[in-house]
């Protein structure tokens, strides 16, 4: 379900309606999930994003799932919703109307009309079936910006054919889905442009006879303000920027668009679907788990004194989520500027836009009366000093080296991403991590005029590396020509005349290799600065213990180990073990809203 901003009904107004589509039985899918039932698709195709390999939907399989899409829209209808969305973009119908997928030779291929024989059928059934006064919109692309594919002057014949059979309005696309670099084309992540295809959108839709709505990294407020008063489009899509703050429209109707939380366009939503089922907000912890983490924060019963050590991601959010519940929070910080490992990543021209989650929380805690203490070197003695009822320790992580023979001569990526070392000549990018780091790193060395070449012990490159995001990252390297090697594990690292030797295996068998470089540069993760906890663990009541059953049901801590300890002593994010920023912060939203 998605909220616009709309043309006519000022800014945050709302309709409930719900996007259809047969995607688990059209070809945008996988065989091997849910129930085993092969793809299908107007014909026998190869479906690249979930490597799938669909047959050609048969008669009986066209007639039952016509049928779906009527009882799926008459469920809608009955459940009160005030219309749906038809995707007729990369899945089942509009694989019959794309000569990119439809190589049929019977009655539903070849000819224009033969393709748009299917579609028109279940538009005209829905409609029927729905009546009249039941809005149903279609996303579909106007270009698909592939050989063979959709082109604009066609997909305006359809956009009127099927406004005739039943439309009401167009979910505009420019582009298409077949794999990762055409999807991150399609919905943008960060680094690139925002609202690419918006002055696309409005040639099209002074061409259609329905409104149209767009979506494609429409963020802002200001920039949906300009599509609409322009008459590039009657409703904006802004589906990131509401998983990211939910509370928008809600902030636009009230004249607080200062503290809408900005989608940064990390994609860990899309990128999540993908790797672990749920589509989860880097920037908002509850986003997908509202239920466990809900999006409005609820005043505590009691006022506690709180020491928050790292304003980090992990720190920043639970000075904030304690704030906002009402306790006595002072955030304490070493560095001269908060962040902590966002702000490094920030400085990779790619991810530049991570800047936006510090800047969002440092101006909320500036709003709750935060006080902010930098170049604040916290020790135990300085917290056993003053009188605290609970403190947080989110003191992050540093650079984990290699645990190999010659560690001494490898480079970290944050050296390298802060500008502190930039090896030039050969230099291996030595990759235990599986993150972005070490894709930036080899960013920055190339462009520093490195010969790189990625080295991993993994099978694939990057796997925590989300598709839309990767895609980028690997055509500017391709195109700088940086190698890639899999499945070779750092056993070691030897200084010789010619540069510095490494040994190279694979694992699980007693393969080596040597190869020569000038430089090695290593992502191994992180290992916590967990020197401050482990210090004031003895004087904690809890001894730094968190019972998981009550954190995970969002109950108090009820933990006791120590009767003589004088507060509750806590750690977060990298401060416990190295994970991702969400997981940082996600650690922050849970145990806070406790407190």
């Excluded at 219309?83 to 009655?107: A, C, K, Q, V």
């Excluded at 066609?154 to 167009?170: H, K, P, W």
């Excluded at 399609?186 to 696309?200: G, K, Q």
Aim: one cysteine or more; aromatic letters at 6%; glycine letters at 10%.
């Amino acid at each position: 379900m998605e909220d616009v901003l709309r043309r006519d009904g000022g800014d945050g107004g709302r309709a409930a309606r719900e996007q259809i589509e047969h995607a688990l039985l059209g070809h945008r899918t996988s065989n091997y999930t849910d129930n085993w039932l092969p793809a299908i698709s107007a014909s026998n195709v190869r479906e690249p994003a979930h490597r799938a390999f669909a047959k050609a939907a048969e008669r009986w399989d066209i007639d039952r799932v016509l049928k779906d899409f009527v009882d799926v829209a008459q469920r809608c209808r009955s459940a009160g919703l005030d219309g749906i969305e038809l995707m007729t973009w990369g899945h089942f119908l509009d694989s019959f109307w794309t000569p990119y997928w439809n190589h049929r030779d019977d009655e539903y291929g070849g000819s224009y009309e033969n393709r748009m024989r299917y579609p028109l059928q279940v538009i005209r059934a829905v409609r029927e079936a729905v009546g009249p006064d039941f809005v149903i919109g279609a996303r579909m692309t106007f270009d698909e910006e592939r050989d063979g594919g959709l082109e604009t002057p066609e997909a305006l014949r359809i956009a009127q054919d099927i406004t005739e059979a039943g439309i009401d309005f167009i979910s505009l696309i420019k582009g298409s889905i077949g794999t990762d670099a055409d999807l991150a084309r399609t919905i943008p992540p960060m680094s690139t442009p925002a609202s690419p295809h918006l002055e696309f959108a409005g040639r099209i839709k002074q061409k259609l006879s329905v409104p149209v709505m767009h979506a494609a990294r429409i963020s802002d407020v200001a920039t949906a303000r300009y599509a609409i008063t322009e008459g590039l489009l009657d409703l904006v899509g802004m589906t990131r920027a509401l998983m990211a703050d939910p509370e928008l429209p809600n902030k636009v109707r009230d004249g607080r668009t200062d503290r809408i939380r900005p989608c940064v366009g990390a994609n860990l939503c899309i990128d999540g679907i993908y790797a672990s089922g749920a589509a989860f907000c880097m920037h908002n912890p509850s986003t997908g788990r509202e239920l466990e983490v809900p999006q409005r924060i609820a005043p505590a019963d009691t006022t506690r004194r709180v020491a928050v050590v790292g304003a980090g991601p992990a720190g920043l959010e639970a000075a904030r989520v304690l704030a906002e519940r009402g306790h006595d929070v002072h955030l304490f910080e070493a560095a001269d500027k908060v962040g902590g490992q966002l702000l490094l990543a920030s400085l990779a021209p790619r991810r530049r836009d991570l800047r936006g989650i510090i800047d969002w929380r440092t101006d909320e805690l500036a709003r709750l009366g935060v006080p902010i203490s930098l170049n604040t070197y916290v020790d135990a003695q300085m917290i056993l000093d003053q009188s605290w009822d609970v403190v947080i320790v989110a003191t992050g992580g540093t650079p984990a080296p290699p645990r190999i023979p010659g560690a001494g001569q490898v480079h970290d990526t944050w050296d390298v991403l802060a500008g502190a070392r930039r090896p030039r000549g050969r230099v291996m990018v030595y990759d235990d991590h599986g993150g972005n780091q070490a894709l930036d790193a080899a960013e920055a060395l190339v462009r520093e005029g490195a010969t790189v070449e990625i080295v991993t012990p993994e099978r694939t490159l990057s796997p925590d590396v989300g598709s839309l995001t990767a895609s980028g990252y690997f055509n500017s390297l391709a195109e700088s020509g940086v190698a890639f090697t899999v499945l070779r594990r750092l056993h070691g690292v030897a200084k010789t005349p010619e540069g510095l030797e490494v040994e190279l295996g694979l694992d699980g068998f007693a393969f080596r290799e040597r190869r020569t470089f000038d430089a090695v540069v290593a992502e191994m993760g992180t290992d916590p600065v967990q020197e401050l906890y482990d210090e004031l663990l003895a004087s904690s009541t809890n001894l730094g213990a968190v019972d998981l059953t009550e954190l995970l049901a969002r109950k108090p801590q009820s933990v006791e180990r120590n009767a003589d300890g004088t507060f509750r002593l806590f750690r977060i994010g990298d401060a416990v073990a190295g994970r991702n920023v969400h997981a940082a912060m996600l650690d922050a939203a849970r145990l806070c809203r406790t407190i």
